[in-house]
């Protein structure tokens, strides 16, 4: 009898274990999982639900978790993280305003942020800034990157074809992926063929997008996630669902120091230290992309306001400092080798670079604007101005 009841206390404890593995916590509700309609990484088609949609569910099975996905507007899916427990939430960017609420579990995709228009093409931030309307999807993250950098020629769609809307020149551009711009075209989202040619300007920045879970995740639910999302990576299951949808990419940080610079002699003389530098720290590699000043400032700036991470090193200017450490795209510098002495460095230039008496950036050289003017000039046209005139002098 004994025996008997070993037999089929087995089968029973089996099934028991199956259950609660398939459930985050014992006895706890599936997991609530949000994500916003941005294709084609998600929408509300059940035959093509997007990439991001089709990962997330096949993470879920892998780790043996029950979740409901809900497709919801932008500002709440950013407000799920910390006004929620036991949500997962994708995909997102690690944008500095949110990196506290969220547990921040794995990075998903890339995208590539450009411009779309079917006239002239947009290719930086300056030329943007000129056009009559920029079309964006309402509450969406590129709407908050736009209006966050200044842009006030805005327009968000809350419903509507956007496509269509640019087809019929409803706006000159439109700020997107160039995934989700080429997925409109190709799968032709609108009621009437797109025979208007698309063209995408110069990619101005990626945005690297998420799975998060909320503040309060349970631990042990973060852990089996990214064992999950390993494994699948591993064997090849999370590239193919990618491919189905976008073409081969990277989908994991590179290790390397990325650096951001403009093209002057004080930069290219950095170069060279370059290869002291990595011999000095293996396995570190530092890859440096010096730009003309105008396409610096367009890359940097694509970078910092949509969280992408792109850069880690930047050469950044005294104007942008104080704006941008306070905006909190920047991270203050607490640590110096002991060869530099921070005291040296010139007080105008280290206030400039500065925010609420924390030190923001490091200059490597200084520069200054000068005014010249021709004495014998004023005095044929009978003026003078002082021995050191200011800005004002000049002007009356």
């Not at 994500?35 to 059940?46: F, H, I, L, M, R």
């Not at 799920?80 to 547990?103: M, N, Q």
Request: glycine content about 8%.
């Amino acid at each position: 009898m004994a025996v008997l009841l070993g037999k089929r206390a087995r089968p029973a404890v089996a099934l028991c274990l199956l259950v609660l593995g398939s459930y985050p916590v014992n006895g706890a509700e599936p997991l609530k999982v949000f994500t916003s309609a941005v294709p084609p990484s998600a929408q509300e088609d059940e035959a093509r639900p997007g990439f991001a949609v089709e990962l997330v569910k096949a993470v879920l099975r892998e780790a043996k978790l029950d979740g409901e996905v809900v497709f919801v507007p932008w500002p709440r899916l950013l407000d799920s993280g910390g006004s929620r427990t036991g949500t997962l939430v994708f995909p997102v960017p690690r944008l500095a305003k949110v990196e506290s609420d969220f547990t921040w579990i794995t990075p998903l995709v890339d995208l590539d942020l450009t411009f779309v228009s079917t006239g002239q093409e947009v290719h930086s931030l300056a030329q943007a800034l000129e056009l009559r309307s920029i079309l964006v999807r309402g509450q969406s993250v590129y709407e908050y990157m736009l209006r966050d950098y200044g842009f006030g020629n805005v327009e968000p769609v809350s419903s509507g074809n956007i496509p269509l809307m640019l087809a019929k020149g409803r706006a000159d551009a439109w700020f997107t992926t160039t995934d989700e711009a080429r997925w409109a075209w190709s799968t032709g989202q609108t009621a009437v063929p797109l025979d208007v040619p698309l063209k995408l300007g110069k990619v101005m920045g990626q945005q690297r997008m998420w799975l998060a879970g909320s503040k309060g995740l349970d631990r042990g639910i973060a852990e089996r996630i990214s064992r999950a999302i390993a494994a699948m990576r591993e064997d090849g299951r999370f590239n193919a669902i990618m491919a189905a949808y976008l073409p081969p990419r990277t989908t994991t940080a590179n290790a390397a120091v990325h650096v951001a610079a403009v093209k002057n002699r004080e930069i290219v003389n950095l170069q060279s230290a370059i290869k002291d530098f990595e011999a000095s720290n293996p396995g570190v590699s530092v890859e440096i992309s010096i730009l003309q000043e105008g396409e610096l400032r367009d890359s940097i700036a694509a970078d910092v306001f949509s969280g992408s991470g792109r850069y880690d090193v930047i050469a950044i200017g005294t104007y942008e400092t104080p704006i941008w450490a306070k905006k909190g795209w920047l991270r203050p510098i607490v640590e110096f080798p002991a060869s530099y002495d921070v005291d040296d460095l010139m007080p105008s230039v280290k206030a400039a670079l500065s925010y609420e008496d924390r030190l923001y950036a490091l200059p490597f050289y200084a520069e200054s604007s000068v005014t010249y003017f021709r004495k014998d000039l004023l005095e044929k046209a009978g003026a003078s101005l002082p021995a050191h005139p200011t800005y004002q002098d000049i002007l009356a």
